[in-house]
């Protein structure tokens, strides 16, 4: 079974992580690529265009999304995953199901990508240790309040998922945190999120920003999901200013670009 390329975290410019939905609900790309050709198509785009990563779903996790049958999930990822694995990029498999990153995981990805950050599968923790993979564990709340400390409730989530992800034995180097821009939070909280990215490195993990077309963008700039590359831009290159290791993205080129030019300013030469 061929694997995908072992994953290194980035030593200069933040990694792009190219989304790939093979789901017929996505917020900003649902349907499109559900064609298992036409999906790895895509996939092969965006290795070309620079992505380091590659993040395959087979579950919409935007809110109010139907959930799926893990079979139903598995069907949708089957077909694709041993051509993509076969493109040389490290894959990601983007769920919250233990069975499903097992498989995934054998079947080549090599980071597991759970947007509840090993609370909602009591078997998630261990499954990864298993597996070896990497494991990027996102804050997630079942819905949005506005009177809570958001940025208190992201360090005691991070806790819990940093214990979880230690008692199971996964390495603190396959570790990595993402706030979870969009998922049960208020907008505000969003940019609040944002602007205090950097207090997010205390808990001394890699970190992920994934706001790419979210409504939090929409909500300022008030356009459509497929008009929102340049705040999701601006998002992305502020987050990576503030310490994001990683960010997570349906447009890879204009972000590996982006990326690049704010290494050479921090860097203060071109190589």
Same mark, same amino acid.
């Given at each position: 079974?061929? &694997?995908?390329?072992?994953?290194?975290?980035?030593?200069?410019?933040?990694?792009?992580?190219? *989304?790939?939905?093979?789901?017929?609900?996505? @917020?900003?790309?649902?349907?499109? @690529?559900?064609?298992?050709?036409?999906?790895?198509?895509?996939?092969?785009?965006?290795?070309?265009?620079?992505?380091?990563?590659? /993040? %395959?779903?087979?579950?919409?996790?935007?809110?109010?999304?139907?959930?799926?049958?893990?079979?139903?999930?598995?069907?949708?990822?089957?077909?694709?995953?041993?051509?993509?694995?076969?493109?040389?990029?490290?894959?990601?498999?983007?769920?919250?199901?233990?069975?499903?990153?097992?498989?995934?995981?054998?079947?080549?990805?090599?980071?597991?990508?759970?947007?509840? !950050?090993?609370?909602?599968?009591?078997?998630?923790?261990?499954?990864?240790?298993?597996? !070896?993979?990497?494991? *990027?564990?996102?804050?997630?709340?079942?819905?949005?309040?506005?009177?809570?400390?958001?940025?208190?409730?992201?360090?005691? +989530? +991070?806790?819990?998922?940093?214990?979880?992800?230690?008692?199971?034995?996964?390495?603190?180097?396959?570790?990595?945190?993402?706030?979870? @821009?969009? @998922?049960? #939070?208020?907008?505000?909280?969003?940019?609040?999120?944002?602007?205090? +990215?950097?207090?997010? #490195?205390? &808990?001394?993990?890699?970190?992920?920003?994934?706001?790419?077309? #979210?409504?939090? %963008?929409?909500?300022?700039?008030?356009?459509?999901?497929?008009?929102?590359?340049? !705040?999701?831009?601006?998002?992305?290159?502020?987050?990576?200013?503030?310490?994001?290791?990683? $960010?997570?993205?349906? /447009? $890879?080129?204009?972000?590996?670009?982006?990326?690049?030019?704010?290494?050479?300013?921090?860097?203060?030469?071109?190589?």
């Amino acid at each position: 079974m061929a &694997h995908s390329r072992p994953y290194t975290l980035p030593s200069g410019r933040p990694h792009v992580m190219g *989304i790939l939905n093979l789901t017929p609900d996505s @917020f900003s790309d649902g349907g499109r @690529f559900v064609d298992a050709r036409t999906a790895v198509a895509h996939a092969r785009a965006m290795a070309e265009e620079g992505a380091d990563i590659l /993040d %395959i779903g087979g579950e919409s996790t935007r809110p109010g999304a139907a959930p799926v049958s893990l079979e139903e999930e598995w069907a949708r990822l089957a077909p694709v995953l041993d051509p993509v694995v076969e493109l040389g990029l490290p894959v990601s498999i983007d769920t919250y199901k233990a069975e499903i990153a097992r498989r995934a995981c054998a079947a080549g990805a090599v980071i597991v990508n759970d947007v509840w !950050g090993l609370q909602r599968d009591s078997a998630m923790a261990d499954a990864v240790a298993e597996t !070896g993979a990497h494991v *990027i564990m996102m804050h997630n709340r079942t819905k949005a309040d506005p009177s809570v400390d958001i940025l208190a409730d992201i360090d005691r +989530f +991070f806790e819990r998922s940093m214990t979880l992800a230690d008692r199971a034995g996964i390495a603190r180097d396959r570790q990595i945190l993402d706030p979870g @821009f969009g @998922f049960g #939070k208020t907008v505000d909280q969003n940019y609040l999120i944002l602007n205090r +990215f950097a207090s997010l #490195k205390k &808990h001394g993990l890699p970190l992920l920003a994934g706001a790419s077309r #979210k409504r939090m %963008i929409a909500a300022v700039l008030d356009v459509l999901a497929d008009e929102r590359l340049y !705040g999701s831009l601006a998002v992305h290159l502020l987050a990576a200013e503030r310490g994001a290791a990683i $960010v997570r993205v349906h /447009d $890879v080129r204009p972000h590996v670009d982006a990326l690049r030019i704010l290494e050479a300013t921090l860097a203060e030469q071109v190589r």
